[in-house]
């Protein structure tokens, strides 16, 4: 697993990365659908802005022992998105980075003994404060890939699929065999009978677990339809959408 520091070093890194193509969208571009249906780009780039905000708040209770909250409520979440989606780009553009900003200066600002403290997500979930960055890199990384600017799961680092699919298998379903042909790892998941060995890179895999992939990398079972996964068992996601 990535350490706390090698997370926030990754997450500047795919942060940079995503500003840079995000840069040179227009106002069209912003209006136009992305790969979460429903969703347009402005969506998606709010969603990142407020789910930094949601990110920051909750290191913030971590730091300083006064509670918080990611989202007030899960309604809250969905009227701030739907508010923001039809805004400028450069608005959009801007907003994703000043409070990309924000959530990394708070992060960075952590001590070494607060990313144990318990924070509670919008959901009820409750994890140490160390969660926080990792959900936080996954959300960058997997909508990154959503916003259909040229950017795809292939693009992904080894250590952070790696590090996903460590914790998506625990509790999803059904029972089949993963098998990284680009690392050689191997995972089971699921309980009971294997029902089928899925075959592909890191990167393809978890792209198929989040949804983002339409399983034509990955070898299975010819004489089986490819497993439908059921994963980021709760809120919040290990980074999964949120």
Request: proline share 6%; hydrophobic share 40%.
């Amino acid at each position: 697993m990535m350490s706390t520091a090698e997370v926030l070093d990754q997450l500047d890194l795919a942060t940079a990365g995503l500003l840079v193509d995000i840069g040179r969208l227009t106002d069209g571009d912003a209006r136009a659908s992305t790969r979460l249906p429903g969703w347009t780009r402005g969506h998606v780039l709010t969603h990142l802005a407020r789910n930094a905000e949601g990110g920051t708040r909750l290191l913030g209770w971590a730091r300083t022992g006064v509670p918080s909250y990611e989202y007030e409520s899960a309604e809250a979440r969905a009227a701030a998105i739907e508010a923001g989606a039809a805004r400028p780009a450069s608005i959009l553009i801007e907003d994703v980075r000043r409070t990309a900003e924000g959530f990394s200066e708070a992060a960075r600002l952590l001590p070494d003994d607060a990313w144990q403290v318990e924070v509670v997500w919008t959901s009820g979930h409750r994890t140490a404060a160390a969660h926080i960055i990792k959900s936080r890199l996954t959300e960058v990384f997997i909508h990154h890939v959503d916003l259909d600017v040229g950017y795809g799961p292939s693009s992904w680092p080894m250590a952070f699929t790696g590090d996903i699919l460590d914790i998506v298998v625990d509790g999803a379903t059904p029972s089949v065999d993963l098998v990284a042909t680009d690392s050689g790892r191997q995972w089971h998941v699921g309980s009971g009978p294997r029902s089928d060995t899925l075959v592909a890179t890191q990167a393809e895999l978890l792209a198929w677990f989040a949804g983002r992939s339409d399983g034509s990398d990955v070898t299975h079972d010819a004489d089986k339809p490819l497993a439908h996964i059921h994963c980021w068992p709760g809120q919040p996601p290990p980074g999964g959408p949120s």
